[in-house]
């Protein structure tokens, strides 16, 4: 994974004014946590900030006044109508620490013939891996699945350096039998037979 690099300010004002000027001018206020340290509290340029965040868990090189950490997002607070960055929380990580995230779960291939859909109980699975080569995603194939079958944590194939760090016998997909609805004549005749 590449590492994507970011300028920070230190931030002396806090509260919603100050947060509404640091977005007016298209600052993002952030904190950054992590290893025993005490929060710092800095803004980001916007722009970069939702370019970098395209990533699922991307690695940002943070630059704060001469020194420079990695951190990765732990928590990311949008506007729930223009879609924004409002806030967002980074934790500091470094070279060769171990991590858990979640990364995203794609499916390749066609579920059996016969109308079956496919339900995702997760979108996501927790892994642990090296705060370096996080994977941005995790595949597995539904080829030739059945109505009944599932898909479980342990089943899905994981990339060199990364371990299940959640429950490994959690389901994660499973597929259901597309549900036949009545047709309208026959269910207005069983609605007659019943009165």
């Given at each position: 994974m590449a590492e994507i690099k970011l300028a920070a300010q230190p931030r002396?004002?806090?509260?919603?004014g100050a947060a509404r000027r640091a977005r007016r001018d298209n600052q993002v206020p952030?904190?950054?946590?992590?290893h025993?340290?005490?929060?710092?509290?800095?803004t980001l340029p916007s722009h970069e900030l939702l370019l970098a965040l395209r990533?699922?868990?991307?690695?940002?090189?943070?630059?704060l006044e001469g020194k420079n950490a990695?951190?990765?997002?732990?928590?990311?607070q949008r506007n729930?109508?223009?879609?924004?960055?409002?806030?967002?929380?980074?934790?500091?990580?470094?070279?060769?620490?171990?991590?858990?995230?979640?990364?995203?779960?794609?499916?390749?291939g066609d579920l059996a013939p016969g109308g079956n859909l496919l339900e995702y109980v997760q979108n996501t699975l927790l892994v642990e891996a090296e705060a370096t080569h996080i994977p941005e995603s995790v595949t597995v194939s539904v080829a030739g699945l059945d109505?009944?079958?599932?898909?479980?944590?342990?089943?899905?194939?994981?990339?060199?350096?990364?371990?299940?760090?959640?429950?490994?016998?959690?389901?994660?997909?499973?597929v259901v039998a597309a549900q036949?609805?009545?047709p309208a004549a026959e269910a207005a005749e069983a609605e007659g037979a019943e009165a």
């Open positions: 002396t004002e806090f509260g919603k952030a904190v950054v946590y992590g025993g340290a005490e929060p710092v509290h800095v990533t699922a868990n991307v690695l940002i090189g943070l630059e990695l951190v990765i997002p732990k928590a990311v729930p109508l223009k879609g924004d960055i409002e806030h967002v929380d980074l934790l500091t990580v470094k070279r060769g620490e171990k991590v858990n995230v979640e990364v995203a779960v794609h499916v390749e109505a009944g079958a599932s898909v479980l944590a342990k089943d899905i194939p994981l990339p060199s350096g990364s371990v299940l760090a959640g429950d490994e016998d959690a389901v994660v997909l499973q036949a609805e009545e």
